[in-house]
């Protein structure tokens, strides 16, 4: 018996590591290929578009976004890879939306598998980020707080969302904290793996999105703040930062070919559109706090936009972890300074982050990710210390195994938050606040949820293939739809003829982007006495209504 307590003692670690990382699979595999999101297509075009200019060594061709984006255009090539292996060798003729998804069909492709197929290798470069944002919570916290941060990251609805798209934030995310953990572990280590894994992720989440440039600043302000505290000489912490530099940027180079030919264009590049966005170049009409802001300048509301997405978009039990976190810090006398150190730096840089994307003009709830992944660590460390804190006042909670029982728990619920809205893990709003019942109110909804159950159900009407269907988010809808259709203009309002067009067609797909939205407002108005011939609800939410052409119900 003895020696099996040692076997276990011995292999916990890797038995935990593994069970974190087959919930964090469970959670997001099933139903990768349920629905489309209206940016995927543009990633997988710019998949394919990096998947031939690799194939012909155009180097110059991979400025295929300003983000970059290069993480998730890599994941999307090798899905196509395996999925068309044919597209590098006998591209369609240009490599756009409309071509390549002509061009899987020809060759007999469902283009929504394919996304599937793309989304599934995001899933398992995050799992494996996943795996190393566990490890470092076990080495800096202990067994527990890494089954809790692990249990509430792998079950969080709003992370499962995003890390199972072809898309960056949801990945940007755990990067972040990947990156973070790992440098807090080398400034109490001296470890220069630590060093090595916070730098090549640190490189990797700037491949994935600017923003994460921040990372840079910010791990100079820890490495500061040791030397001040007298942990660390001012020569080590300059060497520790150039190394961490040095790895990201490699990283950072390899993974973008363009830097091989051109890198002050590419990064010059990145820069610009960064600030173009933040000035609200690419912004459009946001909806807000039942507040429509025509021009994506939210002004006053900037500075609550991101605290009031986080509370819509969190669980109970991360606000639980992180009242409890409050608690913890309130009584920090009772622990080792060092446990808190982690923390801070988590904070700091959540802080930071939230601030500046708060000063730019651009603003949706999923560009808070980093941020919030890390207050989901962070309340997974503070229900782990809140427990402890606990158990040192009530005896009873020091029984063997209450701690387990306990935490299991508290996962439990977290896993039911996410469940509760399978496949559609994007509808998932806070119930402590209203939940889907009064989300319509404040957050701007839907991301393409639904499309494809309109989709479906217009493929099966009689004579739909001679049928005229103009749609909002053409390009996700037609993923899930077998013929070509009309893009519903992102306007305000619709000239006269663009107008009438619309109205004669034969089917009109309305999103809840819409009517939240207001755009086009005047097609709104002509719809506004119709009753819809099919209408797509999911988890309280309306999503799609479906009508016909007025022009055909007239006759």
């Not at 196509?80 to 071509?99: G, I, M, Y």
């Not at 998804?101 to 283009?111: A, D, I, L």
């Not at 929504?112 to 989304?119: D, G, K, N, Q």
């Not at 006042?393 to 509760?420: C, D, E, H, N, T």
């Amino acid at each position: 018996m003895r020696a099996d307590m040692q076997w276990l003692d011995k292999y916990k670690k890797w038995l935990l590591l593994g069970a974190m990382v087959l919930l964090f699979l469970a959670v997001r595999a099933p139903g990768l290929g349920r629905f489309v999101t209206i940016d995927e297509v543009y990633w997988l075009t710019k998949s394919a578009q990096l998947a031939v200019a690799v194939a012909e060594r155009d180097w110059d061709a991979t400025d295929l976004s300003s983000h970059p984006g290069m993480t998730t255009a890599w994941a999307g090539a090798l899905a196509l890879e395996l999925r068309t292996p044919e597209l590098n060798t006998e591209p369609p003729e240009h490599v756009s939306d409309f071509h390549l998804r002509h061009y899987f069909r020809q060759q007999g492709y469902n283009p929504a598998e394919i996304l599937s197929t793309a989304r599934l290798v995001m899933v398992v470069l995050g799992a494996a980020v996943f795996a190393g944002v566990v490890m470092y919570a076990y080495r800096l916290w202990g067994g527990l707080a890494a089954a809790l941060v692990g249990g509430l990251l792998a079950f969080d609805p709003y992370l499962i969302a995003h890390q199972r798209l072809l898309h960056q934030d949801g990945l940007m995310a755990l990067l972040c904290v990947l990156s973070l953990l790992a440098f807090v572990a080398h400034l109490r280590e001296r470890s220069w793996t630590h060093l090595l894994v916070s730098g090549v992720a640190a490189g990797l989440a700037w491949a994935t999105k600017s923003p994460m440039l921040l990372l840079g600043p910010w791990v100079a302000v820890m490495a500061a703040a040791v030397v001040v505290r007298g942990q660390m000489r001012g020569k080590a912490a300059l060497g520790s930062l150039a190394a961490w530099g040095l790895a990201a940027g490699l990283v950072f180079t390899l993974l973008w070919p363009k830097m091989w030919v051109a890198p002050v264009e590419a990064i010059t590049q990145v820069l610009s559109y960064a600030g173009e966005s933040a000035g609200g170049v690419h912004s459009g009409t946001i909806f807000f706090a039942g507040q429509l802001y025509e021009d994506g300048k939210l002004g006053a509301a900037s500075a609550i936009f991101y605290p009031v997405s986080f509370v819509w978009r969190a669980t109970p039990v991360v606000l639980l972890g992180l009242a409890a976190a409050g608690w913890v810090g309130l009584r920090r006398k009772a622990f080792e300074r060092s446990r808190l150190d982690g923390i801070v730096a988590l904070l700091g840089f959540a802080i930071l982050f939230v601030v500046m994307m708060s000063l730019g003009d651009k603003k949706f709830d999923r560009y808070m990710l980093p941020s919030y992944a890390i207050l989901v660590t962070v309340a997974g460390w503070g229900l782990t210390l809140g427990m402890q804190l606990a158990a040192g006042r009530w005896p009873v909670l020091r029984a063997a195994g209450a701690s387990a029982l306990a935490a299991m728990l508290l996962l439990s619920v977290q896993l039911g938050s996410a469940v509760s809205v399978f496949p559609y893990y994007l509808s998932y709003y806070n119930p402590l606040v209203g939940g889907t019942r009064r989300a319509d109110n404040v957050m701007m909804l839907g991301w393409g949820e639904g499309l494809e159950q309109a989709a479906n159900w217009l493929a099966q009407q009689p004579g739909i293939g001679q049928a005229r269907v103009a749609s909002w988010y053409s390009n996700a809808f037609m993923l899930s739809f077998p013929y070509d259709v009309t893009d519903i203009p992102l306007a305000l309002a619709l000239s006269e003829p663009q107008l009438q067009d619309l109205l004669a067609h034969d089917y009109l797909v309305i999103y809840v982007h819409q009517w939240q939205r207001h755009m086009p407002q005047d097609l709104l108005d002509v719809l506004a006495d119709q009753q819809p011939v099919h209408v797509v609800v999911a988890d309280g939410i309306e999503y799609v209504r479906v009508y016909q052409g007025t022009v055909n119900r007239e006759q």
